[in-house]
């Protein structure tokens, strides 16, 4: 076990590392000049090169990824061009924001989604069946940005019930999470469905009810638990889908997360700030996916820890 | 010495002894403690740092320069200087400080100060983008050559007197001490603050930076000790960032944000504008704005001059402002009407397609060309760089549209060959003061034709290089006149060699709540846009 | 031709299967039946002020921020969106599904690189890609397909690989390894069956989202460039716009959720088909 962890560990550092290669490389590909966007308009072309050379940009690729992997052994994630502040500084006041929104998110859209999932699948071909696929897909194909916006207009500013923006009291975080949870409820709606649908239709699932076991142990106790294997791997997913999916949340609600950093950064071109967002939800996503990696077998024990 | 300066100054008018427009009426009160809203983070508050417009207002409150303007002018007046005396020659400034000035950690202000403060705008290691703008004084190529890091030509022989001395005339060096980079700051808060200067900035400004929550809100509050009486007029000012335009306008009509500075969004601007309370939200002013569209003179067909007329009459601009809902007025030069040495009785060249279909057969392009035109991914330029599309069709010209990020596209524009059209609009030059020099060196001069410059065009012309090198050389004040139509006269003229479009004169629109006061002009000030210093709470 | 005709008859699937049927055969014919050039800008397509047109007899569906028709575009825009959402969708789906099966069933080094591959994959910022593509190169409809596949896959590869992980532990597929059965016949006869539903989900649900993430990408500046229309840039360009000009944003978007909830219609119809486990049962 010690072992494996360990394994997992470096697996982890090495995709890491790849990530942080794979993105400098990128942004180093990138058309655009940081220097220049710093310098602005009226810089003169003897601003613009002593920017460059104070920012070590004139150095090669190889020189300028290997100064930048020393700082990050250190801990060290730069110094914003732009901002010319520490960037794990900027990142740590933004990150609990996210999370708190991201956990949120993920809380609505999974209770949401087994619930309705499960009520699908047991009724299955019927009316609540039907009424279910059909907001799984108003929900899937809703654009954000008007979904956040239809909500905000209707409990914040006509019903006012929840606060129009901001972060801070439980109250500022409902329109946020709902938003991503209503919206991706979708997903984990189907995948339960389609899940227990498979399940219930196995022969020990059908031996169980001609046992004469009651529906609702049948769900429960077999059903259900066969469909906790793909919305635990789901849930991996979404933490990666939310690490660079909340933007536009984050934008409309006023929320001070990562993804309204992030956004303004690749706008600047603010290499030291783009690499650190990458590389923190990064670090989420692995992170996620190896927990729903340990769990697997703790739900569906016929897993064995390979 | 106040004669003196009426004398000597550049600008000095009458004008700046009249009242405002505006502020006649109801007279400005005291008090208040207001919410603004803007949707990006504030990225630095650092004056030798901070170059974006959002910063650029908050900067000029935070601290105080020798030079300033009349609020919601053009009008250059001494401000952290008493008075000021320019020799003959137009080579040496001499500046007398206001006594008892003080920077807001209680200390007084000393010649000194503005000397440190000068250098440091222009020392390589503070990477700030304003260097340039001091490129007259002397001993200034030592610095950026980094050989130095004291400006010879900057003096302060007593703690009250600032003497410039200049290697060549320059008649916008007092515009270039008002520019924020021109601010004064305390060294010792400087050193404190360890390279932090940007998120903790000490100045004498007309607002002390109280509180901020990094990506969420900045607290202002007045500066008592500010060395100009009841300035400023609000006791206080949130700045709320992170906020998305639209939903800053539903907080504005519900009374939460007092000002969304970031303007009503196309989406809403209708709605607003034709609503009961419109007019009273609603501020909608000239700014120093041109929108336009550059023709890269070295890639064919643009580097025929034919050619290059023949798109100024293509494009339909009257249709362009009504697709900006009437926010703009068509432009014919590169001027804003607004600025100094505008000509307005200079025409350009009229919308006529069949003129520019036959300028273009005459060029050797009867069936016309493929090109592609570049523009910013924001909504409303791609909407506008589509309706340049359709126009250019119309006399045979398909242009394929790239919607890019900013940074890309001023990455292209300022690579040789790479863009033969770039719609402007989202990164269109907005002067950093209101002078016209301001708006040919960077972006139409030949030293901004080069890699990684401003003047996508691509445009060099050598005789106007000169006229503008003359113009500027005329610092006497009496030739004020002058030189103002010799710069009006070189925009003309290079409209005859057509590298730009000149597209549309965008007004600036900023929403306030109805108990906000003041003239328009404040809120949407030529030089600093919002004029935090001027605005006031009606009681 | 068998699955053809269980699907006529069952109510719902017929319904989808006319739908798809319709929505096809609208983007094929989109030349002759839009009343308009979908990038004409008309002069009397907006207001004086400058304001898009609701419905009305002369632009049935009202027209747009500049002034198109959006009929004429919702119809051509079907052409850009079948196929983003078909070819991009489909290619997501099958690259993830087969990396998926393969990480899942393999023991050993090639089913792990499969999946840290995966893992870094998935830990990458898309969109960062999405730009840097858009600034190098001639965006096209086929690269903006490419992309999103690229993007797509991995999420799929992930279900499944977990999925396969399960099923590979089940005991009749422990039974058929221990008579003896091959891998080809475990992997095609027994596993990827139990897949499809899964499949389908992904197949289905993620049209709609594909279809939107092309106008994000094409607001990235690598999607399909104006004026060229496609359903998710006509919904993208006037988001902002969903008080002032609903039909701009609701016509499209009810459009978009037609179609892709009549291809899960479809989908789910022919998975009771196909599906062993449901073979010879009510």
Not at chain 2, 66 to 91: H, K, R
Not at chain 2, 262 to 281: T, V
Not at chain 2, 485 to 514: C, L, Y
Not at chain 3, 21 to 26: E, G, I, M, T
Request: net charge neutral; with cysteine; glycine share 10%.
């Amino acid at each position: 076990m010690v072992f494996l962890l360990l394994r997992r560990v470096v697996q982890t550092a090495l995709i890491l590392l790849g990530v942080a290669a794979i993105t400098f490389l990128l942004l180093y590909a990138l058309p655009a000049d940081p220097a220049r966007m710093i310098a602005g308009r009226s810089a003169t072309a003897q601003t613009v090169a002593n920017i460059r050379r104070e920012l070590g940009l004139d150095q090669p690729l190889l020189v300028q990824f290997w100064s930048y992997l020393q700082g990050l052994f250190q801990g060290d994630l730069g110094r914003s061009y732009a901002q010319k502040t520490d960037v794990g500084a900027l990142i740590a006041a933004r990150l609990p924001a996210t999370l708190i929104l991201m956990a949120a998110g993920i809380a609505v859209e999974v209770v949401l989604g087994v619930f309705l999932g499960v009520l699908a699948a047991v009724r299955r071909g019927g009316f609540v069946d039907r009424a279910v696929m059909m907001a799984s897909f108003v929900g899937v194909s809703a654009p954000q940005f008007v979904a956040a916006l239809l909500l905000l207009y209707v409990f914040a500013v006509t019903l006012a019930w929840f606060p129009m923006s901001g972060f801070g009291t439980p109250a500022h975080v409902v329109l946020p999470a709902l938003t991503l949870g209503v919206l991706g409820a979708g997903w984990y709606a189907r995948m339960v469905r389609s899940a227990m649908i498979d399940v219930l239709n196995q022969d020990y699932v059908r031996t169980a009810r001609a046992k004469g076991l009651s529906s609702a142990r049948i769900i429960f106790r077999h059903a259900l638990p066969n469909a906790l294997l793909p919305i635990i791997a789901m849930i991996g997913i979404d933490i990666g889908q939310f690490m660079s999916g909340v933007v536009v949340v984050e934008a409309v609600y006023g929320w001070p997360g990562i993804g309204q950093l992030a956004w303004q950064a690749i706008q600047q071109v603010d290499i030291p700030i783009i690499m650190g967002v990458t590389l923190v939800s990064a670090l989420a996503i692995v992170l996620g996916n190896l927990l729903a990696d340990i769990l697997a077998p703790l739900v569906d024990p016929r897993i064995r820890a390979r | 010495m106040f004669k003196s300066w009426l004398r000597n100054s550049t600008v000095a008018t009458a004008l700046m002894l009249a009242p405002l427009p505006g502020f006649a009426q109801d007279a400005p009160k005291q008090g208040g403690d207001i919410v603004i809203t803007y949707k990006d983070d504030i990225a630095t508050l650092d004056p030798a740092i901070g170059y974006d417009w959002v910063n650029w207002s908050m900067i000029k409150s935070l601290f105080s320069r020798l030079m300033d303007y009349t609020p919601g002018t053009t009008e250059l007046v001494p401000s952290l200087a008493e008075s000021f005396e320019v020799a003959p020659d137009g080579l040496t400034y001499t500046f007398k400080l206001r006594k008892g000035a003080k920077f807001t950690n209680g200390r007084e202000i000393v010649a000194a100060d503005v000397k440190y403060s000068i250098e440091r705008a222009v020392d390589p290691k503070t990477q700030g983008p304003g260097a340039g703008f001091f490129g007259a004084i002397k001993g200034f190529d030592d610095v950026t050559g980094g050989k130095t890091t004291t400006l010879e030509g900057i003096e302060a022989p007593d703690a009250s007197t600032v003497v410039f001395r200049l290697s060549r005339p320059d008649a916008t060096f007092l515009h270039v001490l008002a520019v924020n980079f021109a601010s004064v700051v305390p060294k010792e808060a400087v050193e404190a603050a360890a390279g932090d200067f940007g998120k903790k900035p000490v100045g004498s400004g007309t607002f002390i930076l109280k509180d901020w929550t990094v990506g969420q809100s900045l607290t202002f509050e007045r500066n008592p000790d500010y060395f100009i009486k009841d300035m400023p007029h609000i006791d206080k000012f949130t700045v709320e960032v992170g906020q998305e335009p639209l939903v800053a306008l539903l907080r504005l009509q519900k009374g939460e944000v007092d000002i969304a500075g970031d303007g009503i969004p196309p989406a809403k601007f209708l709605e607003i504008k034709n609503s009961p309370e419109g007019a009273e939200i609603i501020v909608d002013g000239q700014q120093l704005h041109t929108g336009y569209v550059t023709l890269n003179t070295k890639v064919k067909p643009f580097d025929d001059v034919k050619v290059r007329q023949a798109v100024n009459m293509a494009i339909n601009k009257e249709r362009i402002t009504r697709i900006l809902n009437g926010r703009a007025t068509p432009a014919n030069q590169p001027l804003p009407p607004l600025m100094p040495g505008y000509d307005k009785a200079f025409t350009g060249y009229a919308f006529d397609v069949e003129k520019a279909k036959a300028l273009l057969a005459e060029a050797g392009h009867p069936d016309g060309f493929e090109t592609i035109l570049y523009s910013t991914n924001t909504d409303p330029q791609p909407r506008i760089a589509q309706a340049i599309q359709q126009d250019l069709a119309a006399v045979g010209i398909k242009a394929e549209v790239r919607a890019l990020a900013q940074a890309n596209v001023i990455a292209a524009g300022g690579t040789e060959g790479e863009a033969p059209m770039i719609w402007s609009g989202g990164m269109a030059w907005i002067a950093d003061f209101p002078d016209p020099s301001n708006f040919y060196g960077p972006i139409l001069g030949c030293s901004g034709a080069v890699q990684g410059g401003w003047n996508w065009s691509w445009y060099c012309n050598e005789d106007l290089d000169a006229r503008a090198v003359a113009a500027d050389s005329m610092s006497d004040p009496a030739k004020a006149g002058e030189r103002q139509a010799a710069w009006g006269k070189i925009f003309t003229d290079i409209m005859a060699d057509a590298p730009w479009v000149p597209v549309t004169n965008e007004r600036r629109v900023v929403a306030k709540s109805p108990r906000m006061g003041g003239a328009g002009e404040i809120y949407v000030d030529p030089t600093r846009v919002i004029n935090y210093d001027a605005i006031y709470v009606k009681q | 031709m068998q699955a053809l005709k269980a699907m006529v008859r069952q109510p719902a699937a017929l319904f989808g299967l006319i739908v798809v049927a319709l929505v096809v055969f609208l983007a094929i014919a989109a030349p002759l039946i839009a009343p308009y050039s979908p990038d004409e800008q008309m002069f009397d397509g907006l207001t004086l002020e400058g304001a898009p047109l609701p419905p009305s007899a002369q632009f049935l569906l009202g027209t747009d921020t500049l002034g198109r028709d959006l009929f004429s575009r919702l119809l051509y825009g079907a052409r850009t969106s079948l196929v983003i959402g078909l070819v991009a969708n489909g290619i997501a789906v099958t690259i993830g599904l087969l990396i998926g099966i393969l990480s899942g069933y393999m023991r050993g080094i090639v089913g792990g690189a499969l999946m840290r591959f995966t893992d870094l994959m998935m830990a990458f910022p898309a969109l960062l890609l999405a730009i840097v593509l858009a600034a190098l190169l001639r965006p096209s409809l086929w690269i903006v397909a490419m992309v999103i596949a690229l993007v797509n896959w991995v999420q799929v590869a992930r279900i499944v690989y977990t999925e396969t992980r399960g099923l590979v532990e089940r005991d009749f597929i422990l039974a058929e390894r221990s008579l003896g059965a091959g891998h080809g016949r475990i992997l095609f006869h027994h596993i990827l069956p139990h897949l499809i539903p899964t499949a389908i989900v992904w197949g289905t649900l993620g049209i709609a989202t594909t279809v939107l993430l092309e106008a994000t990408l094409s607001f990235l500046g690598i999607g399909v460039q104006p004026p060229t229309p496609s359903w998710g840039n006509i919904i993208f360009e006037s988001q902002s716009y969903f008080q002032a000009a609903p039909w701009l944003v609701f016509i499209p978007g009810a459009v978009i959720l037609l179609t892709a909830l009549s291809f899960n219609l479809v989908g789910d119809a022919l998975r009771d088909i196909l599906d062993p486990t449901q073979r010879g049962r009510g």
